[in-house]
C-alpha cells in the first residue's frame, strides 16, 4: 500500500467510526411547571447504544429522583414515556402506586426503555418522560390524565386501603403467627405467570379453523356489585383466546360511566391465572340505572408459560373488578384472593425479603 | 610588445575570434613574424587533420560497419528492457490526489445522513395486527424495524396482564421496594 493512501484511508475510517457510532441516549423529562412533583436528578449512567446489523438498539436505563414539592402526601404517580420517533405505538406507562411520601420528600422511579430504531433517524431525544398523573391521600388528582390514570391510581389506592384494612383485621384477630399465615398463602398465590401477546384486530391464522366459542363462568357476584354479568363468550383455539364478549346490567341506582371485568383463565390441569380485563370503552355512553350493555374487545390474547410454552385453555371465568359511576365515585369488590392487589403484592414481597417485623412496621405506619 | 597567446591564435587560425577581437589579432599578426609563422603552423594541422578525417581506411568497409553497429545498438536495448525495473510512470493528472478523491464521497454521505437525521420521518399509522408481546424481557411493541419495549428487571414475582389494548407487566422493585406498573399501548 502506498504510504500517499494513508491519510485517505485514515479519514475515511475516521468518517465511517464517526457515521456507524450511534449518538449517546437522551430522555427528555418535562414537567409542567405548576407540578407538585419536581425532577431533582435524571441519572442514565447505564444507558448504552449498540448498533446490530442496519439497527441500532438504545437501552436507556434511567434513575429519575422526584421530590413532592407540594403539602399533601403522594400516594401514586403515573409517568408517560413517548419514544419520538415511534408514534403512535411506541407509547407506555411508568407508575408507582402504593406510595407515602410526605411534603418535601423525595423517591425514586426507575424507567427501564429499549428502543430499536434504523441507524439513521431522526434528531432529537430518543424518548420523552412526562409527568401523566399524580394521587394524593385525600384522592384527588393532579395531571393531564392522558392514560386515565386518575381512574387506575385510584381504584389502586382503594383496593390498597382495603387490603391493609384486611390484613391488619387479620393481625388482630390472629397474631402475628396468623398474618405470617396469611402472607404465605398470598406469595404462593402469586405465582406462577403467565406470558402474553395482545394481536390488536386479529388473530393467528393457523388456529382459525380449530375456534370454538368458549362461554366464561362468572364467580359469586357481591351482593352489593352494582354491575351483574349476564353472560359472555370468547373464540377460543388452543393457547389463543379471541374478541371477548361480556354482557352486563346494571343493578344499581346510579348511571355507571366506565368498569371493568377481570378474566381468569383456566389450562387442562385446572390451574388458574389473571390474564388481565376486558373494560368498557370509557368514551362511551353511560350506563343508566336497570340497563344493559355489552363489552367486547376487537382483539386476540395468545398466553404461553415462561419458558415460552403455550397454554391450553380449557375455560375461563370472570368477575366485575371495578366500576366507576357517573358522579365520579369507584367501588371496587372485596378481596379477591385469584387478583391480588398492586399493594398485597408489595406488603408479600417485603415480607418474603426482610421478615415478619417488616411487615409488621410497614402495617402500622398508615 | 604584447603577443596574443596560443589559444587566441588558434581561434584566430580557425576564423573562430569575433569580428573586432579577430581584427585587432589579424593586425598584431601582420606586424609580428613570430605570431605570423605560429598561424601558418596552426592552419597547416587544422588542413591536414580535415584531409585524414575525410578519408576510409585501408580495408574498412564503412557501410558493413554502421549494419553491424546499429544492429549492436538494437540488441542493447531490448536485452536492457528485460533486465531493468521499469520507473514508475508518471501519474495522470486527475489521480495524483487519491485522499481527496476517497474522502469527498465519504463527506458527502456524512452530511447527507446528518440532514437525514436532522428531519423527523413521518409518523406511522398503526396497522391492524399490532402486536404487544409482554414476557421477560419485557413489554413492547415492533414493527418495520423499529420497536419500543419497557424492561423489567429479573424477578420472579412479575405479573403480566392485559387491559383492552394495554399489556402490562407488575413488580416490586428490589432497590426501592416500590411496586411499579408499566404498561404499553398498541394503539
Known amino acids: 500500500m502506498s504510504t500517499r493512501n494513508k491519510p485517505a484511508l485514515l479519514a475515511l475510517a475516521a468518517a465511517l467510526s464517526a457515521w456507524a457510532q450511534p449518538a449517546p441516549p437522551s430522555l427528555k423529562v418535562s414537567f409542567p411547571a405548576d407540578s407538585p412533583l419536581a425532577p431533582l436528578s435524571v441519572d442514565s449512567g447505564g444507558s448504552r447504544a449498540d448498533a446490530r446489523g442496519g439497527a441500532m438498539v438504545l437501552d436507556l436505563h434511567t434513575a429519575l429522583t422526584l421530590r413532592n414539592s407540594s403539602q399533601r402526601r403522594i400516594r401514586g404517580v403515573t409517568l408517560l414515556v413517548q419514544a419520538q420517533e415511534f408514534s403512535p405505538g411506541g407509547r407506555g406507562s411508568v407508575a408507582v402506586p402504593s406510595l407515602d411520601v410526605r411534603p418535601g420528600e423525595t423517591f425514586p422511579v426507575r424507567i427501564d426503555l429499549r428502543l430499536l430504531r434504523p441507524l439513521v433517524a431522526g434528531g432529537g431525544p430518543l424518548a420523552e418522560v412526562s409527568l401523566d398523573g399524580v394521587l394524593f391521600d385525600d384522592l384527588s388528582f393532579y395531571g393531564p390524565d392522558r392514560l386515565s390514570s386518575r381512574r387506575s391510581m385510584t381504584i389502586w389506592e382503594l383496593e390498597a386501603r382495603r387490603d391493609r384494612r384486611y390484613f391488619k383485621s387479620v393481625l388482630e384477630a390472629r397474631g402475628p403467627e396468623g398474618l405470617q399465615r396469611e402472607i404465605v398463602e398470598s406469595l404462593d398465590r402469586m405465582a406462577p405467570r403467565l406470558d402474553v401477546q395482545v394481536i390488536r384486530r386479529g388473530r393467528s391464522t393457523a388456529v382459525a379453523a380449530q375456534e370454538r366459542d368458549c362461554q366464561f363462568a362468572f364467580l359469586q357476584i357481591p351482593a352489593d356489585s352494582p354491575i351483574v354479568p349476564v353472560s359472555g363468550l370468547a373464540h377460543v383455539a388452543g393457547s389463543e383466546a379471541r374478541a371477548p364478549r361480556i354482557e352486563v346490567r346494571n343493578r344499581s341506582d346510579r348511571s355507571i360511566s366506565y368498569f371493568e371485568i377481570g378474566w381468569i383463565i383456566k389450562d387442562r390441569e385446572g390451574r388458574e391465572f389473571l390474564a388481565g380485563s376486558v373494560p368498557a370503552s370509557s368514551s362511551g355512553p353511560k350506563l343508566a340505572p336497570g340497563a344493559s350493555s355489552q363489552v367486547w374487545e376487537d382483539v386476540s390474547l395468545k398466553f404461553a408459560r415462561e419458558a415460552g410454552q403455550p397454554v391450553a385453555i380449557e375455560g375461563m371465568s370472570g368477575f366485575v373488578s371495578q366500576v366507576e359511576f357517573a358522579d365520579g365515585s369507584f367501588w371496587i369488590p372485596a378481596r379477591n384472593a385469584l387478583a391480588p392487589s398492586p399493594e398485597e403484592q408489595r406488603l408479600a414481597d417485603l415480607y418474603r425479603r426482610h421478615g415478619l417485623p417488616a411487615l409488621l412496621s410497614e402495617l402500622k405506619k398508615f | ?187
Open chain 2, 1 to 187: 610588445m604584447t603577443h596574443p597567446n596560443e589559444s587566441r591564435l588558434a581561434l584566430y587560425a580557425g576564423n573562430d575570434l569575433p569580428l573586432l577581437e579577430g581584427f585587432r589579432v589579424a593586425i598584431h599578426v601582420r606586424g609580428c613574424d613570430r605570431c605570423s609563422r605560429q598561424v601558418e603552423e596552426l592552419r597547416g594541422i587544422r588542413d591536414w587533420m580535415r584531409l585524414q578525417g575525410s578519408e576510409t581506411p585501408a580495408g574498412v568497409r564503412w557501410e558493413a560497419l554502421a549494419s553491424e553497429m546499429r544492429a549492436n545498438i538494437r540488441l542493447g536495448l531490448a536485452a536492457g528492457r528485460c533486465v531493468d525495473v521499469p520507473e514508475p510512470l508518471e501519474e495522470p493528472r486527475g489521480l495524483r490526489w487519491p485522499a481527496p478523491a476517497m474522502a469527498l464521497p465519504v463527506l458527502l454521505l456524512v452530511i447527507v445522513g446528518w440532514m437525514v437525521q436532522s428531519l423527523q420521518p413521518p409518523l406511522q399509522p398503526a396497522s391492524a395486527d399490532f402486536v404487544v408481546d409482554a414476557s421477560s424481557s419485557g413489554i413492547g411493541v415492533q414493527r418495520d424495524g423499529r420497536g419500543f419495549t419497557l424492561l423489567q428487571p429479573r424477578n420472579e414475582n412479575v405479573v403480566y396482564s392485559v387491559s383492552g389494548e394495554a399489556a402490562g407487566a407488575r413488580y416490586v422493585d428490589s432497590e426501592s421496594g416500590q411496586v411499579t406498573i408499566s404498561h404499553v399501548y398498541a394503539q
